[in-house]
């Protein structure tokens, strides 16, 4: 469920028309819910709420400083990937203890960061990692808690770009090794470990693979405890998948997601911790555009809109589907016609969406991109040197500009030009 429903004829985010923003803020814009995004963060606490428990949301999702100011207040950790994220992250009040840092290349000067700044745990990916994370720690003088990410090499039936858990994949160490592993991490003094990583891949949309999975874990938390290893918390990753097409998809819901992992886990005794990302974020925002030209075609008609490829890349790069919807709540029973949804960047890759299905639009009508809230904002250049576009929040009845849009000149001075040419 989200907040983006037609009132009185017109998309409304929350209490606040769309169109009434586009006028204020200018197209595109992304728009999120302070509503769907607090009830999705909701959703996944209380489906853990049986356990002892951490929300960690993995920010790469959507990495807007009120968004996560917002995710903090509200109790969440945060996952972050890189030492930009655990910046932003600190940045918005969330503390140290509550950050847990995942990733397959950390550097020295990351792990320095963050162990200066305090951290929750580190999920150690490799063998050289776990040694340079060892040095850091004990240049510092302090002891580094980890897990360690495995990989239980099963099939996360997602598209491949985004699947992780699979043996073929650079994520994590193969589960078959880990009892080595662990036993070469309990040599070192800089590390302490808590606990086992995992994350299978994302936009899920069975529990399956996760179950899979996390019965892999449960058997190897046991096998590490007999070998003398302390094993009290358990990072069972992100991934479950939200229904980006509405009227053909239902991936199982938070509440079902909590109950297998109850199911599978819960005799262990550990604290378990989840990196949702996609399912906070995603359904809390949108992607408003306006209709540039209807162009005619060879048997299609094309919708060129003002939004492109570079503000949301998900269709180009995954073939990902995105629910296109007017602005202007379409009367009933109007006949639908096919677009091919494209944007104004030069090549044939800008395109949304291929024989569209929508109610007829024309030129300065407004659309939304649903589901866009989360890997949009975020996943955007400026390709074309166009500029990065405004985020906006709504909260009820008011909404304010979390992201501006950048001036030309900001960006045209942001290269230089040397002296001796
Ligand atoms: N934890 C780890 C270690 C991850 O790598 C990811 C996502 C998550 C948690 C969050 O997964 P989620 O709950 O959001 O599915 N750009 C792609 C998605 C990339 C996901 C990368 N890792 C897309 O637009 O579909």
Same mark, same amino acid.
């Given at each position: 469920?989200?907040?983006?429903?037609?009132?009185?004829?017109?998309?409304?985010?929350?209490?606040?028309?769309?169109?009434?923003?586009?006028?204020?803020?200018?197209?595109?814009?992304?728009?999120?819910?302070?509503?769907?995004?607090?009830?999705?963060?909701?959703?996944?606490?209380?489906?853990?709420?049986?356990?002892?428990?951490?929300?960690?949301?993995?920010?790469?999702?959507?990495?807007?400083?009120?968004?996560?100011?917002?995710?903090?207040?509200?109790?969440?950790?945060?996952?972050?990937?890189?030492?930009?994220?655990?910046?932003?992250?600190?940045?918005?009040?969330?503390?140290?203890?509550?950050?847990?840092?995942?990733?397959?290349?950390?550097?020295?000067?990351?792990?320095?960061?963050?162990?200066?700044?305090?951290?929750?745990?580190?999920?150690?990916?490799?063998?050289?990692?776990?040694?340079?994370?060892?040095?850091?720690?004990?240049?510092?003088?302090?002891?580094?808690?980890?897990?360690?990410?495995?990989?239980?090499?099963?099939?996360?039936?997602?598209?491949?770009?985004?699947?992780?858990?699979?043996?073929?994949?650079?994520?994590?160490?193969?589960?078959?090794?880990?009892?080595?592993?662990?036993?070469?991490?309990?040599?070192?003094?800089?590390?302490?470990?808590?606990?086992?990583?995992?994350?299978?891949?994302?936009?899920?949309?069975?529990?399956?693979?996760?179950?899979?999975?996390?019965?892999?874990?449960?058997?190897?938390?046991?096998?590490?405890?007999?070998?003398?290893?302390?094993?009290?918390?358990?990072?069972?990753?992100?991934?479950?998948?939200?229904?980006?097409?509405?009227?053909?998809?239902?991936?199982?819901?938070?509440?079902?997601?909590?109950?297998?992992?109850?199911?599978?886990?819960?005799?262990?005794?550990?604290?378990?911790?989840?990196?949702?990302?996609?399912?906070?974020?995603?359904?809390?925002?949108?992607?408003?555009?306006?209709?540039?030209?209807?162009?005619?075609?060879?048997?299609?008609?094309?919708?060129?809109?003002?939004?492109?490829?570079?503000?949301?890349?998900?269709?180009?790069?995954?073939?990902?589907?995105?629910?296109?919807?007017?602005?202007?709540?379409?009367?009933?029973?109007? =006949?639908?016609?096919?677009?091919?949804? &494209?944007?104004? @960047?030069?090549? %044939? +890759? *800008?395109? !949304? /969406?291929?024989? $569209?299905?929508?109610?007829?639009?024309?030129?300065?009508?407004?659309?939304?991109?649903?589901?866009?809230?989360?890997?949009?904002?975020?996943?955007?250049? =400026?390709?074309?040197?166009?500029?990065? &576009?405004?985020? @906006?929040?709504? %909260? +009820? *009845?008011? !909404? /304010?500009?979390? $992201?501006?849009?950048?001036?030309?000149?900001?960006?045209?001075?942001?290269?230089?030009?040397?002296?001796?040419?």
């Amino acid at each position: 469920m989200d907040h983006f429903l037609y009132r009185d004829g017109n998309l409304h985010a929350e209490d606040v028309p769309l169109a009434q923003i586009a006028a204020q803020v200018g197209t595109p814009f992304y728009c999120y819910c302070a509503a769907t995004l607090t009830r999705h963060f909701r959703l996944f606490d209380e489906a853990l709420a049986g356990v002892d428990h951490l929300v960690c949301y993995a920010m790469k999702a959507n990495s807007n400083l009120a968004v996560l100011k917002l995710m903090g207040d509200l109790g969440a950790g945060v996952d972050v990937v890189s030492g930009g994220e655990y910046r932003k992250a600190r940045a918005a009040g969330i503390p140290g203890e509550r950050i847990v840092f995942s990733g397959v290349g950390k550097t020295r000067e990351e792990m320095h960061l963050a162990l200066s700044g305090g951290i929750r745990q580190f999920n150690v990916e490799s063998e050289p990692e776990m040694e340079a994370l060892n040095e850091v720690a004990l240049s510092l003088g302090v002891v580094a808690p980890i897990t360690v990410r495995v990989n239980p090499d099963v099939d996360a039936k997602t598209h491949e770009k985004i699947a992780t858990g699979k043996s073929e994949n650079k994520f994590g160490i193969p589960i078959a090794r880990a009892r080595a592993v662990y036993a070469h991490a309990a040599t070192l003094r800089g590390l302490a470990v808590v606990g086992i990583d995992v994350h299978i891949g994302s936009q899920l949309t069975e529990l399956a693979p996760f179950e899979q999975a996390y019965a892999k874990v449960a058997e190897l938390t046991r096998a590490l405890r007999a070998d003398g290893h302390t094993i009290t918390r358990l990072d069972l990753g992100g991934g479950l998948g939200i229904p980006y097409e509405r009227a053909n998809t239902a991936p199982p819901l938070p509440v079902e997601y909590g109950q297998m992992v109850q199911r599978t886990l819960g005799d262990l005794g550990c604290e378990i911790e989840i990196e949702p990302g996609r399912l906070i974020a995603g359904n809390a925002g949108v992607l408003v555009s306006q209709v540039i030209y209807v162009k005619q075609g060879e048997g299609r008609d094309f919708l060129i809109l003002d939004a492109a490829m570079n503000d949301l890349v998900r269709p180009a790069m995954y073939g990902a589907h995105h629910d296109i919807v007017p602005l202007v709540e379409p009367a009933p029973g109007v =006949e639908q016609v096919p677009y091919d949804v &494209v944007g104004p @960047v030069c090549e %044939s +890759g *800008d395109t !949304f /969406a291929k024989a $569209r299905m929508m109610p007829p639009v024309g030129p300065g009508d407004l659309v939304a991109f649903r589901s866009a809230g989360a890997y949009g904002a975020v996943m955007a250049s =400026e390709y074309n040197t166009r500029p990065l &576009v405004p985020e @906006v929040l709504v %909260s +009820g *009845d008011h !909404f /304010a500009v979390i $992201r501006a849009r950048p001036s030309f000149d900001e960006i045209i001075n942001r290269d230089t030009i040397p002296e001796w040419l």
